[in-house]
């Protein structure tokens, strides 16, 4: 399950399901322990998109042809 | 006499009056509005009445675009013009350039005239606000792309959340093209769907610099928008149209940015939270584990095996003693018993007779002879007595003649 990748947010999602499922108690310790496991993949996964997340800015405009696209954006100082 | 001229040429020279007289062309009139009218050409026409007197106007297309508010009949208006004829009819009417509220400002009567049309049509209700995205992943500004604002919003944006693409919309905020702008902007995010979430607003100025999120363009984009539109106009105090469209208004642009998404400082506490939390339940359940297992451990065979040996070895032994003790015991009995028998046996031997005189005579098969019968003359007989046989021949027999007893 966590080997697809989550986005941030159901990657966070999925985070509190198992806190919640583990602080119920009503598994069987092998399953406990792959919910840590899993969990603590997550929390992993969490904390690196955080650590490595580089804003992207970009502006829509028309280019020569009359298409929409969109450029990299740094707004003047 | 002179010669008659034409009704136009009339018309032209009354007109040609009118407009040389310098007071008529350019008139200010304080009135009130009667029978006010739009064209499907976009031009105005109403008159403007006092107790006793009326005069017909009309507000080309072009004049009533700029009218920030809809004139509606009994208003009470400053109007600035001219008068001049209009040939056609042979009648002369103001033509009007500008036309605003009397006593109140125009922008304040506008905005309070839009506001209340708007929210009886319902588009302040907060039944058509749509919830903004916990996680936005693209959101669009649909604002100016230079000046403080679009700079503030980007860097707060940046510092909180990252993981959020932003795409700048560019637009003008400020003229008359731009409530078009914004307007378009927001309806081609929804059209390509381009973002998950929209700020449209702009730094602060005058309430002039800030209209064009009091117009009404603006304001229903806003309300047609699918995706959550944040708006985010001027500072703190002021208070646009498009802010009670909204489905969240921020009070700064700065403001729009903070609430569009969570603070990452935030997130990580909560990650931290959720590990600890995690930790401590799956630690309470191994304790738990740990418990029952170090019970186990303390049972004194799992404590020292080897005593526990000794234990069962010295059970054994004792267990050993009984049985041989018990097994000593019936033996003797057993043995005790069979003097007993062998006394009594002893006693009842035919061989005990025999010390006292008596013996026994066998013929040679071993036969016991009991009577006379059994022997002939000449028979060998073995004779016992108590410590040995004596073999001897049967000489003769005798009948023994037993006395009677008197």
Not at chain 2, 29 to 43: A, C, D, L, Q
Not at chain 2, 272 to 281: G, I, K, P, W, Y
Request: charged share 30%; aromatic share 6%.
């Amino acid at each position: 399950m966590a080997e697809k990748k989550l986005t941030f947010e159901q990657a966070m999602g999925r985070l509190e399901e198992i806190v919640a499922q583990l602080e119920a108690g009503d598994h069987a310790l092998e399953n406990s322990l792959s919910l840590y496991e899993e969990g603590a993949k997550l929390m992993k996964q969490c904390t690196t998109m955080l650590d490595k997340a580089e804003q992207k800015v970009m502006k829509l405009r028309t280019d020569a042809n009359g298409e929409l696209t969109e450029a990299p954006f740094a707004p003047k100082e | 006499m002179q010669e008659p001229i034409s009704v136009t040429a009339l018309n032209q020279y009354i007109k040609g009056m009118f407009e040389r007289e310098r007071l008529l062309s350019r008139v200010l009139v304080r009135s009130e509005i009667s029978n006010y009218k739009v064209y499907p050409s976009g031009h105005h026409y109403f008159s403007l009445k006092d107790a006793e007197s009326s005069i017909r106007c009309v507000m080309f297309r072009r004049e009533a675009m700029s009218l920030r508010f809809r004139p509606e009949n009994g208003m009470k208006v400053v109007v600035s013009g001219r008068v001049s004829v209009f040939p056609r009819d042979g009648a002369y009417q103001l033509y009007c350039a500008t036309m605003v509220p009397d006593g109140v400002g125009e922008l304040a009567f506008a905005f309070e005239q839009l506001k209340n049309r708007l929210h009886k049509e319902g588009l302040f209700d907060p039944a058509h606000k749509k919830p903004i995205p916990a996680h936005p992943r693209t959101i669009a500004l649909v604002t100016s792309p230079a000046g403080a604002a679009v700079r503030d919003m980007i860097r707060i944006l940046g510092a909180r959340y990252p993981m959020a693409k932003v795409l700048v919309v560019p637009v003008r905020v400020q003229g008359e093209e731009a409530p078009e702008e914004i307007g378009n902007g927001l309806d081609l995010v929804n059209a390509l769907d381009m973002a998950d979430l929209i700020i449209t607003g702009r730094g602060g100025g005058s309430m002039e610099d800030l209209w064009a999120f009091n117009d009404e363009r603006v304001a229903r984009a806003i309300f047609r928008s699918r995706i959550p539109v944040i708006s985010a106009v001027g500072h703190e105090p002021d208070v646009t149209i498009s802010d009670f469209v909204a489905d969240l208004r921020a009070s700064t642009p700065s403001n729009a940015a903070e609430l569009a998404v969570p603070d990452q400082a935030d997130l990580r506490d909560r990650l931290a939270h959720f590990q600890a939390r995690m930790d401590r339940s799956v630690d309470r359940r191994l304790q738990v584990r740990r418990d029952a297992l170090r019970r186990l451990g303390s049972s004194p065979f799992l404590q020292s095996p080897q005593r526990a040996i000794q234990e069962k070895r010295l059970l054994l032994d004792y267990q050993q003693q009984r049985l041989l003790h018990a097994m000593d015991r019936q033996i003797g009995e057993h043995r005790q018993q069979m003097g007993r028998l062998a006394a009594s046996l002893d006693a009842l031997s035919p061989f005990k007779v025999l010390s006292r005189g008596y013996s026994i005579t066998q013929k040679d098969d071993g036969t016991v002879v009991s009577e006379l019968s059994q022997v002939e003359k000449g028979d060998t007989l073995r004779v016992r007595v108590s410590d040995g046989t004596i073999t001897c021949t049967a000489e003769g027999k005798e009948k023994t003649k037993w006395r009677k007893r008197s």
